[in-house]
């Protein structure tokens, strides 16, 4: 298996491999992830003091914030054009179904 590192902002590295999920923190059951990571001493703060926009939850139920986007991150881990294609498209459907 193949270790695929991924950067996540400002220079923080995480395994691609260990990624269960990269979600937004806006909902209240994310937030309620983050509460529980934090007081289980699995939260890992990668923002740097600015606003989060992106949580990584790993296999290892350590939750880490990002400061981008999550889109961003999901780019820099798929390789096919195609797929990061797919991804930009179902955010997009995701966005207009709020409104």
Same mark, same amino acid.
């Given at each position: ?15 691609a ?14 937030k309620?992830? /983050?509460?529980?990571?934090? #007081? %289980?001493?699995r939260?890992?703060?990668? $923002? ?5 926009r *992106?949580? =990584? ?19 820099r /881990?798929?390789?096919?054009? #195609? %797929? ?5 498209? $179902? ?5 207009? *179904?709020? =409104?």
């Amino acid at each position: 298996m193949d270790i695929k590192l991924i950067n996540i902002g400002f220079g923080n590295i995480v395994s691609a491999n260990r990624i269960i999920a990269i979600v937004s923190p806006e909902s209240a059951p994310i937030k309620r992830i /983050i509460q529980e990571a934090r #007081d %289980a001493q699995r939260l890992i703060d990668a $923002t740097y003091g600015r606003r989060t926009r *992106a949580v =990584v939850v790993t296999d290892s139920d350590h939750v880490i914030l990002s400061a981008v986007q999550p889109e961003t991150v999901a780019h820099r /881990i798929v390789d096919n054009d #195609d %797929a990061v294609e797919e991804l930009r498209e $179902t955010a997009e459907e995701d966005r207009e *179904a709020d =409104v």
